[in-house]
C-alpha cells in the first residue's frame, strides 16, 4: 500500500463524523449507562495513527472499563539518494528505508480514560538498506579503473526476531468514552533482537564482503536490540 492510499483512508474516517453516516454529530455525547455493556456489539472504534514505526490505522474494542483491545498496522518507506566524493571519487548513496508491521495490543487502565500500560506483539518488517556505487574512475598508479568494473556494496539490516514484544506508556483514551473522539498518546519500546547485517558486494569490491567483516559488524550491532516507540493516535468511536 502507497502511503498517498493509507493518507487518504486517513482523512476518509476522519471526515466520516461531518458526513452524517453515522447519523449522529461528531460532538455529541455518549448516553452514560449506569451499567454499560461490553458484549461483542458494545463498544468498538478506529484509530488513525503516526509512530516511530509509520502511519497506519488500528480497530479498538473495549472489554471492560479498564481494557481495550487493538488490532493494527503501519507503514511507511523513506528512499533517499545522495550524492557524494570521497577521496577523489564520487559516489551515490541510495538508502531505503522501510517500516511496517502488524500490532496486536492490550491496554490496561491505571487511571480511567487517560493513563495506561500497553503490551503487545507486533509482526515486524523493517528493513533498511543502503547501497553504493560508484560512479567516477579509481586512479589505480598510472590507471584508472572504470566505475562500471569496481561494482557496488550493500548493506541490509533487518530485525533479529519477526514477532517483536512490546511494552508502553500511554496518555489519553484509545476509545472515547463520552464522545466521539479522544487522542492518545504513547512511548514505549519493541524489542527485536539482535539484528541481522548483511553485505552484498560486486566486481572488484566483493572482498568487501567477507564473511569477517559481516560477522564484525554483526557483532557491533548486537547490543542495539531494543527499537524506540512513540506513537501519536486520534480514535473516533463508532459503537
Not at 488513525?48 to 483491545?69: F, M
Not at 572504470?146 to 533479529?160: D, M, N
Request: hydrophobic share 45%.
Amino acid at each position: 500500500m502507497r502511503i498517498s492510499a493509507i493518507i487518504t483512508i486517513l482523512i476518509v474516517i476522519l471526515l466520516l463524523p461531518f458526513s452524517g453516516v453515522f447519523g449522529q454529530k461528531w460532538y455529541k455525547a455518549f448516553p452514560q449507562e449506569s451499567n454499560p455493556k461490553y458484549g461483542i456489539r458494545d463498544h468498538w472504534g478506529v484509530g488513525a495513527k503516526a509512530s516511530t514505526d509509520g502511519i497506519g490505522l488500528e480497530a479498538v474494542k473495549s472489554i471492560s472499563s479498564r481494557l481495550n483491545i487493538r488490532l493494527g498496522f503501519s507503514r511507511l518507506r523513506i528512499p533517499y539518494t545522495l550524492d557524494t566524493t570521497l577521496q577523489g571519487i564520487t559516489l551515490r548513496a541510495e538508502a531505503d528505508l522501510k517500516f511496517r508491521g502488524i500490532n496486536l495490543t492490550a491496554d490496561y487502565y491505571l487511571v480511567k480514560n487517560w493513563l495506561h500500560l500497553s503490551a503487545g506483539i507486533m509482526q515486524n518488517g523493517q528493513k533498511y538498506s543502503v547501497k553504493v556505487t560508484p560512479l567516477s574512475p579509481f586512479p589505480y598508479g598510472d590507471v584508472d579503473i572504470p566505475a562500471t568494473e569496481l561494482g557496488t556494496v550493500e548493506a541490509i539490516i533487518t530485525p533479529g526476531i519477526i514477532f517483536s514484544p512490546y511494552v508502553g506508556l500511554g496518555f489519553g483514551n484509545t476509545l472515547p468514552v463520552k464522545h466521539r473522539f479522544s487522542f492518545n498518546f504513547e512511548i514505549g519500546t519493541l524489542y527485536h533482537g539482535a539484528p541481522k547485517f548483511d553485505l552484498l558486494a560486486t566486481n572488484m569490491l566483493s572482498p568487501m564482503a567477507s564473511e569477517n567483516n559481516i560477522k564484525a559488524i554483526n557483532s557491533a550491532l548486537a547490543q542495539f536490540r531494543w527499537y524506540p516507540m512513540v506513537c501519536f493516535q486520534v480514535n473516533y468511536r463508532i459503537l
